[in-house]
C-alpha cells in the first residue's frame, strides 16, 4: 500500500512539472523552471547570482536567460534523465579556451576583461572556472572560488611568503586585495615602463602606475623629475609584495640602493654644478652620509631643489 501511495505521489509531481515546463523551442531551450526539479539547491539561492538578472530583465533572448544562458538548451538533457554529457556546455568537461568563450558571450562587452584573451592567465590555461565558482561561491562579490588572496595565492606561493615579510603591504590583514594593483584579467600596456612592466597591472589615472592610487603625494608632476620614478617606476627601488627591508626598500640600507644609478659615471654627480659623489664633504664612508633621504628628502620629485634637497 505504501509502495502504492509513494508511486502515485511520484506520478502526480511528475505530471505537474511537465505541466507547468514551458513548450521546448525548435533549438531545445525549455527554460529554467525545468532546472529546479532536480537542481534546487542550485536554484534556491540563484536569486543571490548576479547571473539572475537575465531571467528577471525579462529582456533576454532564451539563449541568454537563466541556466540555459550558460549551459545551452536543456531538452536532451531533461529527456535523458540527467547525466554530465547530455548538457551542451558543461563547465567541469570544458577545456580551459571553451569555458573563457562561453562566459566572454556576455562579458566581452566588459571593458575589465578586454584583454583576457592576451592575458598571462589565459596563455598558461587558466580558465574562468579556476577562479570563480558560480553556483557556490566563497565570497559575497565577484564569485570567486576562495577568499581573494588565498585564491591567488594558490598559484603564487612566492608572494604569499613575501607578504609575510616584516615590511609589507597589508593584503593578509585585509587592508587591501590583490586587485587593488593587478587586473587578473589582463591589462592593456602603458607607456609606464613599456615593455618590461609587470603583466596584468592595474593603471591609475589611465597609464601610471597602481601604486599612484594611494601614495597620489608621489605622483607629480614635478618640476624636478627624479628619472627613475617618472621612466621605470616604483619597483626600481622598492620591492611592491612584501621585504625584510624598511620602506620595502630592495636593499638594506638606503645609499647601497642610491648608489646602483648614482656610481659616479657620467650625469650622476659628475657635472660641474654637482657634489662629487666621494669627497671629504660627502664621504659615503661616513654613517651620517649613508642615508641619502636625510638631506634629499623629496628623493620622488621636488619642485624648488634640483637635488632634491629640502
Not at 611568503?161 to 616584516?166: D, E, R, V
Amino acid at each position: 500500500m505504501r509502495i502504492l501511495l509513494l508511486l502515485l505521489l511520484t506520478t502526480a509531481a511528475a505530471a505537474q512539472n511537465q505541466a507547468a515546463a514551458p513548450p521546448a523551442s525548435a533549438s531545445g531551450f525549455i527554460g529554467s523552471n525545468a532546472c529546479k526539479t532536480c537542481h534546487a539547491d542550485v536554484w534556491m539561492n540563484f536569486y543571490k547570482n548576479p547571473h539572475y538578472k537575465s531571467i528577471v530583465s525579462g529582456k533576454e533572448p532564451r539563449e541568454k536567460t537563466g541556466c540555459e544562458g550558460c549551459h545551452g538548451p536543456a531538452q536532451k538533457h531533461v529527456e535523458a534523465r540527467g547525466g554530465k554529457t547530455t548538457i551542451p556546455q558543461a563547465f567541469s568537461l570544458m577545456q580551459p579556451k571553451q569555458a573563457l568563450d562561453t562566459c566572454l558571450g556576455c562579458h566581452a562587452r566588459d571593458l575589465a576583461r578586454a584583454n583576457i584573451q592576451r592575458s598571462e592567465h589565459t596563455r598558461n590555461g587558466v580558465a574562468c572556472t579556476s577562479c570563480h565558482s558560480i553556483h557556490h561561491s566563497a565570497t559575497p562579490k565577484y564569485l570567486l572560488a576562495k577568499k581573494q588572496n588565498e585564491l591567488c595565492y594558490g598559484c603564487h606561493a612566492t608572494v604569499r611568503a613575501q607578504f609575510s615579510m616584516p615590511s609589507k603591504h597589508r593584503v593578509n590583514e585585509g587592508f587591501m586585495q590583490c586587485s587593488d594593483c593587478h587586473n587578473p584579467h589582463g591589462s592593456f600596456d602603458a607607456t609606464w615602463k613599456m615593455g618590461q612592466k609587470p603583466r596584468m597591472m592595474q593603471q591609475a589615472l589611465n597609464t601610471e602606475s597602481p601604486c599612484i592610487k594611494c601614495h597620489i603625494d608621489k605622483r607629480g608632476p614635478f618640476v624636478y623629475e627624479h628619472a627613475p620614478v617618472r621612466v621605470e617606476g616604483c619597483e626600481t627601488c622598492h620591492s611592491p609584495h612584501g621585504s625584510m627591508n624598511a620602506k620595502l626598500l630592495r636593499r638594506p640600507v638606503v645609499f647601497t640602493v642610491c648608489l646602483e644609478c648614482h656610481n659616479g659615471a657620467a650625469g650622476f654627480g659628475t657635472r660641474n654644478d654637482a657634489i662629487p659623489l666621494q669627497s671629504n664633504r660627502h664621504n659615503m664612508l661616513d654613517p651620517k652620509f649613508q642615508k641619502c633621504t636625510t638631506c634629499h628628502v623629496a628623493i620622488h620629485g621636488s619642485n624648488s631643489d634640483a637635488f632634491f634637497l629640502r
